[in-house]
Every structure is written in structure tokens, then in C-alpha cells.
């Protein structure tokens, strides 16, 4: 079997990739944990408030070892006060309890069984740095 070193580039670079995409499951799993620490019932649909953002959260599956939910902002409506509305983002979180991980997958992505590592590491970085933005505008964890 020849193996070049071109080949062999590439495959250190997807095994870099894919222990990156590892590290970010893992630092959204901690960064998640401490966003729902108000939560009361992970088993039902539950509205968290910081300041003055509302997220909801909207449970798919609960099972012993994971939970698929959606995780999304709440909006005041300024036409009509005393309701909301919510844009429902086309992304499916995935927590591992066992592993300590939390994916996050589009629609897209859960439905077509989408392998492009890229995709999923931006993804899962931009929530990344949406949890941490959270947090990090929460008075209580400052």
C-alpha cells in the first residue's frame, strides 16, 4: 500500500477537525448546563428569562441518557403588549448525558444524515459563542 504524504496530511487534518468538533460538543455541554440551571423541568416546555431575554425551551425526546430539544429566544411583540412570538430556528440540540456533550444539528443536516465535519463545527461553534454571549450578559453569572 503507498500512502503519500498528501493523503496523509488530509487525514491528520480530519482527525484535527474532528477532535476540535469533539472539544466544542463538550464546551457547549458546560455552557448549556449553566444556561438551564434555572430550569425547574427539563421534561416540559419551560420559559427561562435573563435580563431581558426570554428563551424558550421546548423538549422533543427525554430519554436516560439524552434529550433532543429545541433552544430558542422569546420576542415581546410591539404591536400588541402582553403577547410574544418566537422564530423558531431550524436546529435540533442533541445533550449526551453518559458523554457530556451537546450537538447541535440543522434540520437539514438531522433529516439528510449530512457528514460534512465544516458544517458541523461552524454550526456548533456559532452556538458557542451564543451561549457564551448569553451568559456573559446574565447578571448573575458576572
Excluded: C
Amino acid at each position: 500500500m503507498n500512502i503519500t504524504n498528501a493523503s496523509r496530511q488530509e487525514d491528520d487534518f480530519k482527525i484535527m477537525n474532528f477532535d476540535h468538533l469533539m472539544k466544542i460538543y463538550e464546551n457547549n455541554y458546560y455552557l448549556f448546563k449553566k444556561v438551564i440551571t434555572t430550569l425547574r423541568d427539563s421534561n416540559s416546555m419551560s420559559t427561562i428569562i435573563f435580563n431581558n431575554n426570554v428563551m424558550q425551551y421546548e423538549p422533543i425526546t427525554i430519554t436516560r441518557y439524552t434529550d433532543i430539544f429545541r433552544f430558542y429566544y422569546k420576542y415581546k411583540s410591539p404591536f400588541h403588549p402582553g403577547n410574544s412570538y418566537s422564530i423558531k430556528p431550524h436546529l435540533v440540540f442533541t445533550l449526551y448525558k453518559d458523554a457530556r456533550l451537546l450537538e447541535v444539528k440543522s434540520l437539514g443536516q438531522n433529516r439528510d444524515f449530512d457528514e460534512n465535519i465544516t458544517n458541523k463545527i461552524r454550526i456548533n461553534l456559532n452556538i458557542y459563542f451564543w451561549l457564551k454571549s448569553i451568559l456573559k450578559n446574565n447578571k448573575t453569572y458576572q
